[in-house]
C-alpha cells in the first residue's frame, strides 16, 4: 500500500494537500525515518507516526533553508558562502547537493 493510501484511509477528513504538506515538512515518519514522497510503499508491520507538534514555517540544511516545497517545486534561500552548484567536485557540499539529497529522501 502507498503511503497516501494509508494515511487519506486513517485521517479521514484531512485533505491530500494537508497530507502532502505534512510529507513536505518532515512531519511523518516511517520506521522512524522522515519520509517526503507520497508514493513510499509500506510494509506490512511497519510504523507510521505523525509529528503533528512540528515547526513548519522553515526546514534548515546547513544554510539553506526551504521557504516552499510541492510536487513540482522547491523554493530555497541559501546562506552567503554556500556555493549554488558545484566547481568542479562532485561531492561539495553545495546548495543543489543539499536540495538533491533532500529530494531523494
Do not use: P
Not at 32 to 44: D, G, H, K, P, R
Amino acid at each position: 500500500m502507498e503511503l497516501m493510501d494509508f494515511l487519506t484511509f486513517h485521517l479521514e477528513g484531512k485533505s491530500k494537500n494537508n497530507l502532502k504538506s505534512l510529507l513536505t515538512h518532515g512531519q511523518i515518519t516511517v520506521d522512524s525515518q522522515m519520509i517526503s514522497q507520497y508514493n513510499q510503499i509500506l510494509e506490512v508491520g511497519q510504523e507510521v507516526k505523525i509529528n503533528w507538534n512540528k515547526d513548519r514555517d522553515t526546514k534548515k540544511m546547513n544554510g539553506v533553508t526551504i521557504l516552499f516545497e510541492d510536487d513540482h517545486i522547491i523554493v530555497a534561500n541559501k546562506n552567503a558562502g554556500v556555493l549554488s552548484v558545484s566547481t568542479g567536485g562532485r561531492d561539495e557540499n553545495t546548495a543543489y547537493n543539499k536540495l538533491k539529497d533532500h529530494v531523494k529522501s
